[in-house]
């Protein structure tokens, strides 16, 4: 029997990058950005949660920092579908309401002319 938890309220990975990764290191986000070969500013949105974490930043800070790029996606992941759930109520309601497309009526197949150029 497998038991698993869902945290109701995951942090953004930029807030797990900024504490564990460049706040133990000392670094400030122009020194961690140019070791990442990215701008500062990407960084930054990042770091201050304005940005999604993308598997190419992941895989930059898996490689300079030596963090996992798995356990990075998985922050990622669970944070997205944290904010999913939450309006969950409002996309049940939406989807409720939408006007439902008609199935299609049974058609008989078309007719397909070929023609054969012999030459």
């Known amino acids: 029997m497998s038991i698993t938890y869902q945290l109701e309220n995951p942090g953004h990975p930029g807030g797990f990058v900024r504490r564990n990764i460049l706040e133990a290191r000392n670094l400030t986000v122009m020194a961690a950005a140019s070791l990442l070969g990215v701008t500062r500013q990407a960084l930054s949105d990042f770091l201050n949660e304005k940005t999604a974490l ?58 397909v002319k070929r023609a054969y150029a012999i030459g």
């Open 54 to 111: 993308t598997a190419e930043l992941a895989l930059r800070i898996e490689t300079v920092f030596g963090c996992s790029m798995e356990t990075l996606m998985e922050l990622q992941t669970r944070f997205e579908i944290a904010n999913a759930r939450k309006h969950q109520a409002e996309i049940q309601s939406e989807l409720a309401a939408a006007p439902r497309v008609q199935e299609p009526v049974d058609r008989p197949e078309p007719i």
